[in-house]
């Protein structure tokens, strides 16, 4: 499984950003996706994530209320519309998806992800 994210850019404090991640290969073998961020001299976090039919779907409590995961399979495509941002919420933002079957108690966590797509940054300014 191939992931390429894309829709990263800047913007205001109180604006929106929608991002992409594109799928390609075996993604029929696809359980989840989900989207991580990494801060400048942070650790990546995790931000979001949905199966494969879009009906389970988890956050991050920082992000909770202001993003929304939403995947489109006939495009193979998974979208993390982000509203209200801050600027912690500057970061660089990557696509994840797991081949290893239902969400696990450490849905949250990288270990569940064993493909992994390319960045795109996000910078909120204030």
């Known amino acids: 499984v191939q992931l390429q994210a894309s829709g990263g850019g800047l913007a205001q404090a109180g604006g929106s950003l929608r991002l992409s991640c594109a799928a390609s290969?075996?993604?029929?073998?696809?359980?989840?996706t989900g989207w991580f961020r990494q801060a400048p001299g942070k650790e990546r976090e995790f931000v979001a994530t949905?199966?494969?039919?879009?009906?389970?779907?988890y956050y991050a409590g920082s992000v909770k209320g202001r993003f929304t995961i939403s995947r489109d399979n006939a495009k193979n495509t998974v979208y993390l519309q982000m509203n209200s941002l801050k600027p912690e919420d500057t970061a660089v933002y990557c696509c994840?998806?797991?081949?290893?079957?239902?969400?696990?108690?450490?849905?949250?966590?990288?270990?569940?992800?064993?493909?992994w797509g390319q960045g795109t940054l996000v910078t909120v300014s204030s």
């Open positions: 949905i199966n494969w039919s879009g009906v389970n779907t």
């Open positions: 290969g075996r993604t029929r073998s696809t359980y989840a």
């Open positions: 994840a998806a797991s081949t290893m079957g239902p969400f696990p108690q450490y849905y949250s966590g990288s270990s569940y992800y064993n493909y």
